[in-house]
């Protein structure tokens, strides 16, 4: 492990539990879709299951899906 991983885990062991989170946000959003495809996924996830039964729903979704993965 480089010695600026390692400086980041001391670092993050060293906070409060309560700004945890807010450090992890911030890494997460550098990462490149990382947090927006899985956000986006569970929102078509969650789309699709209060619609299941309506005629043609899952079908789009399923395409939107599909060209997320593109």
Known sequence: MSVQREELHHLIDELPEEQVGR??????????????????????AAVQERMSGVTGAD?????????LRD
Do not use: Y
């Not at 992890?24 to 495809?37: C, E, N």
């Open 23 to 44: 450090v992890l946000a911030l890494v997460r959003g550098s990462v490149p879709g990382h947090t927006s495809r899985k956000a986006v996924l569970a929102t078509l």
């Open 59 to 67: 079908e789009e979704l399923q395409s939107l899906r599909d060209q």
